[in-house]
Structures are given as C-alpha cells and as structure tokens.
C-alpha cells in the first residue's frame, strides 16, 4: 500500500489532466448510456403513436449522444495517452535524480546490460499507472453515481439495488479475482525466472549439455517447467473466465432488480412505461464502466512489484556523500596512498590490502599485476566510486573525501580499457570530456588521438554502445577526450588494451606527450615500455608483493620477471 | 487479414479445442438472440398490459436463464480456445528447444544467442493472444452479425438493411485505416523503443557520465528527449487512433439511424412495438463483435511477428544436417583409434572463403597433436568438426575405418572430454557443474579431480563449498578459476579423446605454472588434439599442423618446422625477438 501510494505520488502534477481525461472517460460511457436511453425512449414513445413533433428531442438526443460518444472516446485517449508519456518522461527524471548519486556503487550488481534493462522496463511498465490503474475506478465511481441519481430519483430501492450489483461488478468481483489469482501470478513468475536461466543455459551450454550427453535431460526440464507454467496460465484463464461471467450476471441481476421494483409502481402510474425502458436500458450500457476494473487490480499487483524494485535500488545510501565544506581542489599535485584497503560489500576476501605507492607531482608510477589483482580497485577508490574501507588516500596531502567529488572528477581523466560510448553523435561523445569545446578543438584532440578519419564525421552516430566504430577507435576516443578534458591527473586503466601492437606504439606515443608535465598512475596488465615509469608497483591478490623500477624488478627475478616472461614468450 | 500461414497451420494441431470455441460461440449468438427476445417479451408486457410480477415471471425467468447460458457458453468457449492455445504453446516451445539443440553449440553461440534465449523466453507467449484472443473473436465476428442479421431481417427488414449495410463498412474501414494505422503504431513502436534504448544508454553509461562530471548536465537531456518523443508519438498517435474513431462512428451511428427509423415507423403505426425493442437490444452487440475484432486484431499483431522469428529456425533447423548414427563406440576402440581426416572441406553459410578447404592428415592414437596458424585459419572450425558440432561439408574424418557421423552421438560423446576456451558454467553448484562430467561421480573423487586441475583449496575457501552456486545467479568465478573447472570435468571424464582449446592469455605466473602442470598430467596416455597457443605446449606436441586459410601449410615435429621456412619460423622469431 505504501508503495502504491508513492507512486500515486509521483503522478500529482498530473492530477489536472488526470480529472480531464477521467472526466472525458465519464462522459464517453455517459453518452453510450445516452444513447440507449434516448433511442429506448423514441421507441417506446412512438409505440404510444404520438405525432412526429413529440419525438423530435427524443431523435435530437440519439444522434446527439451516437455521434459524441466516437469523439469523446477519441478526445479521452488523446489526453491519457498525452498524461502517460508526462508521467513517464517525469518518472524518468525521478529515477535518474534519485539513481544517479548511488552510482557506480550502488548499482554495480545491475552491471549486467540484463538487470539494467529490467529497471528500464520496470520504469516503463509504469507508465500504465494512470490509464490503467488510476482512470478506470475514477470513471467506474463517476459512472455508478450518475446510475445512482437517475434510477434514484424514481425508486431508491431500485437504485440501491442497481448500486448493489455494480459494487459486486466493479470491487467484489475484481478483488476476489485478484485474491485467487495473486498467488498463481507469483508462481508464474518464478517459473519464467526459472525459465530464463534454463535458456541461458541451454544457448550458451550447448556444447557442454552435448559432449556431457545431459541435452535430453536438460531438455525435459525446460520442458516440464513450460508444463508447469501452462498449467498455472490455465487456472489463471479460468480465474478470469469466472470474473467476466459473474459481472455479467450482477449486469443481469440488475435489470431482473428493476423490473422487480419498479412494476408495482408502473402499475399504480407513479413511473411510466417509458421510463422503466429508458432506465433498464441505461443500466445495461453503465456496466461498460466496470469491465476494466479487473485489470486495473491485476496492474496494480504488477506496479507495485515494479515499483518495490525501483524503490529498494533508490531507496539505498549513497556510497560518496558530498562534503559539507568541501575544500578547494589544489589544480595539480601529488598522489599519496598509506596502508589502502578495500573489501567490496558482500565480499569475503579484501580486494586490496595495505597499499602504499605515492606519485610525486608530474610523476608516473605503474601498478601492475595480473587480472583480479586488485588494480583497477585502486583507481575506483581514486575517483570516488568506492571509499576505502581503511587506509589513506590522499591528493596533496589532503584526503580525498575532504574534495567536492564532482570538482576531483574533474581534475583527474581517466581513460580504462572498457571505453562507454553514447549512442549519440562522436561529437556529443567527446563534448562529455569539454562542454564548451568547439569543432576545431575537437578535431584538434582527434587527430592528437591518431584518429584523422573522423574529423569530418563529428555527427555520425556512434552506434549503439559504440558499435559502428572499431575496437580501436573507441580506444582512441577515450584518449581524444583525455586530451579534451586536459586534467592535472591523468588515471591510464589499460588504456591500450584493446590495441594491436602498432597501433599500440603510435598511441603510447600520444600518451606519453600528453601526460608530459602532470600526475599519471598507469594500471596494466601488459608489460611494455615499462623503464618510462619512476616506480612501479606490483600487485596480487590485492598485496604488493614487488615494488621499484623496470630494471630492478627484472634483476630481482621475481614475480614480475615471470610475469615479463609469459607475456613475451608468447608463440602465437 | 491478419491471417498468417505458419500459424493457421498450428490451429490444425488442435482443432478439437477450438471447434469447441466455435461452437460455444455460435450457440452464444443463438442464446444472445433469445436474450433479447426474452427481455423484449418482458417489456412489452409491461409496456402493453402494465402485467404484475406474476405474469411476468415466466419471460423472466426465460431471459435469466438466457443470459445465464449464454455467460457460461461464453466461458466455456474461451477455455476451450485458451487450451488449445496451450496446446500450440506447449508444442512450439518444444519444436523450438529441439530445434536449437539440433542447430547445435556452433549456430546457438553466435552473435545473436541473446536474441535466441529472448525468442525461447517471448515468442512462444506472445503467440498467445493470437490464438486465444484473436481466433476466437474472428470466430465470433464470423457467426454473430450473421446470426443477428437472420434474426432482425425477419422482424423488420430496413433495420436489417441499414445493419447489412454498414456492417461491411467496419472491416472495410479497418483494412484501409488499419493498414495506415499499422504503419504508424510500428513507427510510434520504434520511437518508444529507441527512447527506452536511450534512457538505458544514460543508465548503463552512468559512470562515464560520473567520471566526466556531466551527470546533472545530462538530467535535462533526458527531460528534453523525453518531450520530444511524447510530441512526436502523440502527432503519430492523432492519426492511429482516428481508426477507432471512425469503427466507433460507424456502430454509434448505425444504432441512432435504425432506432430514429424505428421510432418513426413505431409513431407512424406501420410497426409493432415489441420487434422494436428486440432490435435495439440485438443492435450494440452487432457492431461490437465487429468492433472487438479490431482490437483483438491488434493484440495477435505480436504473435505474428514472433511467429516469423521462429519459424525462421524451424526451417533452419530442417534445413540442418541431421547429427544421428547408430554404431557404439567401444573405449577399447577410441583409444586405440587413429583419425584420419581426408579432403575436410566446411564453409560457413553466408560466407564467401571456406573455413576448411581440403584437410587431410591424420591425428594418431594416444599421441598429442598441435594445431596452430593465424586467427581465422580454421582451427575451431576443424575442432568443431571432430566434436561434430559441424557436419563435413565434403571430405570425411573416421575413427580408425568408421566415419564419426555414423556413431550414435550420444555414444561418441561418451568417448570425448572437452576442455573450450571460454568453457560455460551452469546456473547450478560447483557440484552440479563437475557432475556432468560423470554423475555417479562421489564427493571425493569430484575432490580429486578439482585437486588435479588446482583448484580445490579455491574450492574449499569457499564458504558454501562444493555447494557454492555458480553461473550467471551465483558467484561469478574468474576466467582462469572456469577454466581449471573445466580442466576438472575433463579429469572426472577421464575419455580417451580429448579435444582441447589452450587459453589464450594468462598473466599470472603462478597460475600458468599450475595450469601447465594439470594439462600435461590431463594428457598423459590419450589422443589429444588442441589447439594450441604456448610455444611451450606447441614444442611439446608430437605432432603440430599449421593451420593457414583453411587449408594444412606445414606438418611436423618442432624441430622439423623450425629448420623449414615458413609461418612457423616465422612467428616462432617474431615473439622471442619481442622477449629480447
């Protein structure tokens, strides 16, 4: 109910359309009820043999109500469309604003493009809030006190027996449905879930399930689950078979319920004949209100299940909080870490343990170590995605967490060997790294970045997550807006990774010329050109277990030797 | 009409269930009839003789049986139609899974294997309302006007008429807009989808955004894109729904025109009162069933798409080799066998150069052979051939004087321990994961071979042990942990075959000594044939092949190659020239 709730809330500066749309809705349905009326009334008017003249309103009314009722419908779904893409636009923003101070932290178990994109849906999903759980009881009450004051104003025992029917129709019918079917639908949706991994499986493992001759057993399991779930979809049908035929016995029951009342006073001529047609007739169109109410209850079951996933991700602390008084950054200097430890939540093993290394202003120092070791955790502390969970880390002195963590963000580019691109334009792509920047600027950096070819293609799309453009290329990028960002730090996380070993070369050249003059702390795995660096730190298993120059820790023999080794001894 | 092939040709398979949906659903036209009939009766007696209760009773008790009938005929239909529908699904979800399986390791890991588990999870439910929705409701649109016309033209032919008349108008109507409609709902679908993919790309790129220090600049960006796509999807939305309008116009209009006719005709005296209350009752219902057929139209759209996707494997599928031999091979035979592979030629459909373009060689028993070559040189694909993931295209490879297709695969895979690249770990326990490999396997023996593969004491750390979840639900392990896992599967296996893809690229020292250490200890005493990145592993081999454009360049022992001159030479001095 409290979610619910919060996120009726999130609707409220769409109350005003939300009332028009409902309104409309009313007065769609109304005019159907119009509609019989009148033509009930013509007919049985002019059964009664009266001249033409008497009917003329009676046909006023019937074209009347026939040909707005085709508008109004249109004129409604117009507007709760309109609503519906406000409330989600807003809905947007809300997630955004609330989910974008929790990243990276926060969010790093939805890291799978799968997990993100069911957020994406969920958000999605609940665009139906309005026109589908909010608009359908608005309109049903609207339309049930209309039913009550015309059949009121003849017999309130007539009207509270219509009432009685409707309430049956549209709240006791939708609710126990929903009661019989809740379970049914959490069952369902385990067993996709269930199913999901199945498929997973199936696809990936194929091989596997083969060579391992387990195929037809896996076969039969995802077999016996799709069983499991058909049987369920089947007393979800007849659940819903149930609802549409009890409503439309309380549509029945009603009718039975006015003749019953009403006729002792048709007889003693207190209400005419045309009346207690018009009125039966009226009653059977009003029972369109209360059709979607059903679904209504089984969306709000779904919201609600959408709206405590997006609730319990927003609803989380922030891992960096910005600081009260954030000091001023000090533009370049040096990088000290002391006895730097870090333990990823819900983790077992530390992902690094007593780190120490500085960076002397405009020196460079090197963490190796093979992957897992633990070093691209040093530059998620570095940036302020993580805080350390013991341990110093400072710039200038001054630790981190003194620093407004948008200003340190700044000042410290960083390029990592998993470039993200927009699917937008490059050059929306490389404005993120310089707001203000201009073409010739830009191509400036793209040229510097060894990518000439795209100087003149600054609109071309760059594809979905980047995919129009070689691996390559979107390393280059990332350079390009490191040299765009023109920061006093400069955080280099396998920054050639993705390279071949030419292209490598030219771009370890462009680096190294950029990073002339400021900070630079080089996380790789691979080993080359590694005399450039003052000091090189190597990591495993989240300890330094090396630690000094090139020269020396080849001399040592250790374990960077052999790491120097099996890279290049490689055959083939 | 909405009327796709593949899909009707599913109906077949079930027809019992849904002539049962036909059926309740005429009979519900009939019952739909004597309702209004019975209510008719009811009003005109109190219309005509202000009738008690009593008299009543029985015209109304007629109409409360009628409409009860009618309501459970209803129901009935629709779950003789929802499990028919379950039916086709429960079949086409089978067709399917067999028919990836068939496809095989080689077509289901491709690029779109994303797309596959979507088509495997979405497309068999979003068939659904096809059959349970929209056949039904053409069923119904095809008998009830019909009926209702059979009933109304006898009891007053202009309004009979006037419904003749229009109703042909509503589908007319449907197809013209409809078509127009369909375009601009598929346009407002993609507009959607792309803004949903651009707020996804927001969220997924939230760090860079972070890093950048641009993530409140781009709040509004996603505000004013939002805007502009609710602007152009409601100008596309204007036009979609016009063709509701107008189905609306035509049945609203068509109920006014025959009830002013009525009451003209009634006032005029040249018509009874009671057929006059019977077609108006009838009237809502005849350009309702015709009017639902749309929306339901719109609700099967999906499941026609889907249809598409999938029938596109099942043809396929079909089209696949089949992978089905009878011989069992025996141990003693596969480990005593040498392969002899002649004139292997395999090229990838929608490809221009052959994969493998005439192998011949042959792999002997219980000896080591190296395959190496160039990226794309076909190594995986000769692989892939003798774990008969690929059928030969031409040429042939036998075990000893049989040709590997005609063991029946379940038998040769029996014989085979394989050890990928990527190897893949199930949704399931460390346990489940090494049981495949041999399932009357106990703890310790799985123990063991974790030992073997250097991997127990990770195992043991472990706090839930060998009972540790794993695979995409469970903890993740590290590249080189899968891969001394699956060296652990190969150890439990213990097959004479063994078909290998040496990992590419370690940088842990320790690791690739420990990982050297198991694989040499897995080789020992089989016919192994791997393809092979360490130049310790290929100088290690009996045999090597060089693998270039598909085709065998050099074969022989390390010494042999390196006094040739050749690819091996030269990529042998370009990589230790690099360690210089």
């Known amino acids: 109910m409290k979610t619910l709730l919060r996120l009726v809330g999130l609707t409220r500066p769409f109350a005003w359309w939300m009332l028009l749309a409902a309104l409309i809705g009313f007065a769609t349905i109304g005019s159907g009820i119009g509609l019989l009326m009148t033509s009930a009334w013509l007919i049985t008017r002019g059964a009664m043999l009266l001249p033409v003249a008497a009917l003329q309103s009676g046909i006023a009314g019937v074209r009347i109500f026939g040909a ?181 016995v309380a549509m029945n029951a009603a009718v039975v319920w006015i003749l019953w009342q009403m006729l002792p006073m048709v007889r003693n001529g207190s209400v005419s004949t045309v009346t207690i047609t018009a009125l039966i007739f009226g009653v059977i169109a009003s029972f369109e209100a209360f059709l979607p109410l059903t679904g209504s209850i089984q969306h709000i079951e779904a919201d609600i299940r959408a709206g405590e996933r997006l609730f319990e991700i927003i609803d989380t602390e922030p891992e960096v909080k910005v600081p009260e008084h954030p000091e001023p950054f000090p533009g370049k200097g040096s990088i000290e870490a002391r006895n730097l430890r870090f333990t990823y ?166 680096i190294d010329h950029t990073c002339e003059g400021r900070t630079v702390l080089a996380i790789t795995h691979r080993l080359h050109r590694m005399e450039r660096f003052d000091d090189i730190v190597v990591l495993h298993e989240g300890r330094i277990v090396e630690q000094g120059r090139h020269e020396e820790l080849i001399s040592r023999d250790g374990f960077y030797a052999g790491m120097w080794r099996l890279q290049h001894e490689t055959a083939v | 009409m909405n009327i796709d092939r ?114 495997m999870l979405k497309g068999v439910e979003a068939v659904d309302p096809y059959f349970s929705q929209y056949i039904p409701q053409l069923l119904m649109a095809l008998v009830t006007p019909v009926v209702i016309l059979a009933a109304v033209f006898p009891s007053d032919w202009i309004s009979g008429t006037i419904l003749l008349l229009s109703a042909p108008l509503i589908p007319a109507f449907m197809i013209v807009i409809g078509r127009k409609a369909s375009v601009a709902t598929e346009k407002q679908w993609i507009t959607m989808s792309r803004m949903s993919g651009f707020f996804l790309d927001m969220l997924q790129g939230l760090d860079t955004l972070k890093l950048f220090a641009q993530e409140k600049s781009r709040r509004d960006g996603i505000g004013e894109a939002s805007e502009r796509f609710r602007r152009s999807t409601m100008s596309v939305l204007k036009i979609a729904f016009l063709s509701s309008l107008t189905l609306e116009l035509v049945g609203t209009i068509g109920t006014a025109g025959a009830a002013v006719s009525i009451g003209l005709r009634l006032a ?94 042959t792999l002997r028993a219980g000896s080591v052979t190296a395959l190496t070559g160039p990226s794309g040189a076909g190594k995986s694909t000769l692989l892939n051939l003798l774990l008969r993931f690929l059928e030969p295209q031409a040429g042939s490879v036998t075990l000893g004087s049989v040709a590997i297709g005609d063991y029946r695969p379940e038998s040769w895979y029996r014989q085979i321990a394989w050890v990928p690249q990527h190897p893949f770990l199930f949704n399931a326990s460390i346990r489940e994961n090494l049981l495949m490999a041999r399932p009357d396997a106990g703890d310790a023996e799985i123990e063991q071979a974790l030992h073997q593969a250097g991997l127990l004491d990770m195992v043991r750390s472990l706090p839930g042990g060998l009972g540790t979840m794993i695979g995409e639900q469970g903890s993740r392990l590290s590249g080189g942990e899968a891969q001394r896992l699956s060296l652990a599967r190969a150890f439990l296996k213990d097959a004479p075959i063994l078909l290998l893809d040496e990992p590419t690229s370690h940088t842990d020292p320790v690791l690739e000594a420990q990982l050297r250490a198991s694989m040499a200890e897995l080789m020992k005493g089989r016919t192994v044939v791997m393809i092979a990145h360490r130049l310790e592993s290929i100088r290690n081999a009996d045999t090597i092949l060089v693998l270039e454009k598909g085709r065998i360049s050099q074969k022989g022992s390390h010494d042999e190659l390196i006094a040739a001159d050749g690819f091996y030479r030269h990529a042998l001095h370009s990589s230790t020239e690099e360690a210089a």
Not at chain 1, 369 to 383: D, E, M, N, Q, Y
Not at chain 2, 10 to 24: C, D, I, V, Y
Not at chain 2, 331 to 358: K, M, Q, R, V
């Open chain 2, 6 to 119: 593949n899909l009707i040709r599913l109906l077949k398979e079930e027809k019992r269930p849904f002539t049962l949906s036909g059926l309740a659903g005429s009979l519900g036209a009939l019952l739909l009839v004597g309702q209004a009939w019975s209510l008719s009766r009811v009003v005109e007696q109190v219309f005509r003789t202000a009738a008690g209760w009593e008299m009543l009773l029985p015209s109304v008790s007629l109409f409360a049986l009628f409409s009860i009938l009618r309501l459970l005929l209803n129901q009935a239909g629709h779950q003789a139609a929802k499990n028919g529908t379950l039916g086709i699904r429960k079949m086409l979800s089978k067709r399917l899974a067999v028919s990836v399986a068939d496809l095989g390791p080689a077509f289901a890991r491709s690029e779109q294997s994303g797309r596959l588990v979507t088509t």
């Open chain 1, 68 to 248: 707005s009722r085709g508008f109004l419908r249109y004129a409604e779904r117009l507007i709760s469309h309109n609503t519906t893409f406000r409330i989600l636009t807003r809905l947007r923003l809300w997630f955004y604003e609330a989910v974008e101070p929790l990243a990276p932290a926060r969010l790093a178990i939805y890291r799978s493009a799968d997990l993100m994109k069911r957020i994406v849906d969920d958000i999605q999903s609940l665009e139906n809030i309005y026109a589908r759980v909010i608009a359908p009881p608005v309109t049903a009450l609207m339309v049930t006190a209309l039913m009550w004051v015309l059949v009121g104003s003849w017999s309130t025992g007539a009207a509270f027996g219509v009432l009685v029917c409707q309430l049956v129709a549209g709240l006791a019918v939708p609710v126990v449905t929903a009661i019989l079917a809740r379970g049914t639908a959490r069952e369902i949706a385990g067993l996709q879930a269930e199913q999901q991994l199945l498929a997973v499986d199936m696809v990936q493992g194929l091989g596997e399930l083969r060579v391992f001759g387990t195929l037809d057993a896996h076969l039969t399991r995802m077999q016996t689950t799709e069983e499991k779930k058909l049987g369920l979809e089947k007393r979800a049908a007849a659940v819903e078979g149930v609802q549409e035929t009890l409503s439309g």
């Open chain 2, 268 to 361: 005029s005296g040249t018509m009874p009162f009671r057929p006059a209350i019977f077609i108006l009752l009838l009237i809502p219902d005849f350009y309702l069933t015709l009017r639902q057929l749309g929306t339901k139209f719109h609700a099967g759209m999906e499941g026609v798409t889907a249809s598409k996707e999938m029938h596109g494997i099942f043809d396929r599928a079909a089209e696949a080799p089949g992978n089905d031999g009878s011989r069992e091979l025996k141990a003693e035979e596969a480990s005593s066998g040498h392969f002899f592979i002649d004139d292997l030629c395999y090229t990838f459909p929608g490809s221009a150069t052959p994969a493998l373009d005439g192998v011949s060689c």
């Open chain 1, 345 to 510: 939540p819900g983790s077992i093993r530390p992902a690094i343990e007593e780190v120490t290394f500085s960076v002397a202003q405009g020196g460079r120092v090197a963490i190796v170590g093979p992957s897992g070791a633990g070093k691209s955790t040093i530059a998620s502390l570095l940036v302020r995605f993580w805080n350390p969970t013991g341990g110093s880390l400072a710039i200038s002195g001054r630790e981190i967490t003194d620093f407004d963590p948008e200003e340190l963000r700044r000042n410290i580019a960083v390029v990592s060997q998993r470039t993200y691109l927009f699917g937008q334009s490059i050059r929306e792509n490389l404005l993120l790294a310089a707001p203000e920047a201009s073409d010739e600027v830009l191509k400036k950096a793209l040229s510097a970045a060894g990518l000439d070819s795209l100087q003149n293609r600054l609109d071309d799309w760059a594809g979905q997550h980047g995919m129009n453009l070689s691996g390559g290329e979107r390393q280059r990028i990332a350079i390009a807006r490191m040299i765009l960002q023109d920061a006093p730090f400069i955080v280099l996380d396998e920054a050639t990774a993705n390279l071949d070993a030419v292209t490598e070369q030219a771009v370890l050249d462009t």
